[in-house]
């Protein structure tokens, strides 16, 4: 039983949600350009104004850990941690992919594609460059294939998809269209996006357990080394 703050930067999203005992009390995103930065305070006092609440009376501060944008999770995270150290209270960490999973708790919905006869399995899908996604594969709650980089081809989660309705969301989704349409087991939805709202259940959960995270050595989860591009030789 706690009021936590949620803050998710992982993506082109910006999003914050202010929760007690599991319940959302208020909430500010947006889903545009890489605007962290300049929103990211500002939506958190916002929240805390919705709530007619004081920061000071937060209990923890809970923040989607990546995979994600290397940039963007270093705003997210630095953040967090800056308001743990001041305001003297335990961080918690929640998965990209796993909050994104949470807004799909609604399975009936994905039966009308013919889906009655088959499990539905849930693959939530982050854009990395080129043909390359951040995804993994859950079934309900359940991660049966842990998070990776995978490059897409007509063959990705082929073993998956004999047997099971996969569905694809995300923003790295849609360019897997193209090569993974073409069986009738892959779905793809368009409108499920990394929100602070769908970290509530994570964050209430990992805070009754006592998941907290090491303040001073917590990193976010890149997956992947960032790589600085070298500057082109002007002609």
Same mark, same amino acid.
């Given at each position: 039983m706690a009021l936590i703050l949620n803050i998710e930067t992982a993506t082109t999203v910006c999003s914050v949600s202010l929760a007690k005992d599991g319940e959302l009390l208020a909430l500010k995103e947006i889903n545009g350009d890489y605007s962290h930065a300049e +929103?990211?305070?500002?939506? /958190?006092?916002?929240?805390?104004?919705?709530?007619? &609440?004081?920061?000071?009376?937060? =209990? *923890?501060?809970?923040?989607?850990?990546?995979?994600?944008?290397?940039?963007?999770?270093?705003?997210?995270?630095?953040?967090?941690?800056?308001?743990?150290?001041?305001?003297?209270?335990?961080?918690?960490?929640?998965?990209?992919?796993?909050?994104?999973?949470?807004?799909?708790?609604? +399975?009936?919905?994905?039966? /009308?594609?013919?889906?009655?006869?088959?499990?539905? &399995?849930?693959?939530?899908?982050? =854009? *990395?460059?080129?043909?390359?996604?951040?995804?993994a594969i859950y079934s309900g709650d359940v991660c049966v294939r842990k998070t990776s980089a995978e490059i897409i081809d007509e063959n990705s989660f082929a073993d998956f998809l004999k047997e099971n309705i996969v569905l694809f969301f995300g923003d790295g989704a849609a360019k897997c269209k193209g090569a993974l349409s073409s069986n009738k087991n892959a779905l793809f939805v368009d409108d499920i996006f990394p929100s602070a709202k769908n970290m509530i259940t994570l964050s209430e959960k990992a805070y009754n357990n006592k998941q907290f995270e090491d303040v001073a050595y917590f990193e976010p989860f890149y997956l992947k080394d960032f790589l600085i591009g070298k500057k082109k030789t002007p002609k």
């Open positions: +929103n990211l305070t500002v939506f /958190i006092e916002d929240v805390f104004k919705q709530a007619n &609440l004081k920061l000071q009376e937060v =209990d *923890a501060i809970a923040v989607s850990k990546g995979p994600g944008s290397y940039t963007g999770l270093r705003i997210g995270v630095s953040t967090a941690k800056g308001l743990c150290y001041s305001l003297n209270k335990p961080l918690i960490a929640i998965d990209t992919l796993q909050h994104m999973v949470a807004s799909t708790n609604s +399975n009936s919905r994905f039966m /009308i594609a013919g889906a009655s006869q088959l499990k539905v &399995l849930f693959c939530p899908m982050l =854009d *990395a460059r080129r043909m390359e996604v951040y995804c």
